[in-house]
């Protein structure tokens, strides 16, 4: 089972990235997380099935998480990118049947990580 990042890389203040998380298989939920060293792991974008979305504070009106169940793929679009936002980005994903919240608290599937540079 794997979860493929792409789509990192290095932006100005301002710009846009977008990035995509391939599944091998498919989840009910799935999410995306970034960490910063030396700090904990912040999650920023959740969804469930294709429709339920939930979003942290600090990406809120600028990040637009999406899924394309077909393709069993998660997609990030983050816009109007501060510096603040130069992290790892992690996709994750689970199945827990019957509840259909956004988030979860566990995630059992994780990405290997995809560098985003934000610089003013």
């Known amino acids: 089972v794997q979860l493929v990042e792409s789509g990192g890389g290095s932006v100005q203040a301002g710009g846009s990235l977008s990035l995509s998380c391939a599944a091998s298989?498919?989840?009910?939920?799935m999410a995306w997380f970034r960490q910063v060293p030396g700090k904990e792991r912040e999650r920023i974008a959740c969804i469930f099935s294709s429709t339920v979305r939930q979003y942290g504070a600090s990406v809120t009106g600028r990040f637009t998480i999406s899924k394309d169940s077909g393709k069993n793929t998660l997609y990030l679009q983050m816009n109007s990118l501060k510096p603040e936002d130069t992290a790892v980005y992690y996709c994750a994903a689970a199945t827990k049947l019957n509840y259909y919240s956004a988030c979860l608290d566990d995630y059992y599937l994780w990405g290997q990580g995809t560098q985003v540079t934000v610089s003013s």
């Open positions: 298989i498919s989840t009910t939920h």
